[in-house]
């Protein structure tokens, strides 16, 4: 049984891990800059957290509180952010667009 509770933890951290390594890789091909990828290291915190649960608590975690969810979501949380804020710019600038472009229809201005 305590195989299984070592099992059940590690998969658990590892689905967390890989789903926020797939937000960073999304946000270096949405903003074209390879910097982004230094996000990945917030994924160190969490696989330390890994190594002691693993170590020290045998796969079991505490009762009203996860340090692995909370450093889950301190990695994924600026990925998810920032993919937000370039949709809401692309957004804006396609909007911006549209009315230009009207207004150039509108009052027959020549480029």
């Keep these: 049984m305590e195989g299984l509770v070592l099992l059940n933890a590690l998969a ?10 797939v937000g960073v890789w999304r946000v270096t091909e949405v903003k074209k800059e390879p ?5 990945a290291l917030l994924n160190l ?16 975690g505490y009762k009203w509180f996860s340090p692995a969810i ?3 979501l301190i990695s994924i949380v600026p990925s998810l952010w920032l993919l ?3 949709h809401e710019t ?19 201005i020549k480029i």
């Design 12 to 21: 658990t951290r590892l689905l967390f891990v890989l789903h926020s390594l």
């Design 35 to 39: 910097w982004y990828w230094l996000l």
């Design 45 to 60: 915190l969490l696989l330390l957290e890994t190594a002691l649960t693993l170590k020290f608590k045998r796969g079991r």
């Design 70 to 72: 909370f450093l889950y």
């Design 84 to 86: 937000e804020m370039h």
């Design 90 to 108: 692309q957004v804006c600038l396609l909007k911006s667009r549209k009315v230009e472009y009207s207004a150039i229809n509108y009052f027959h």
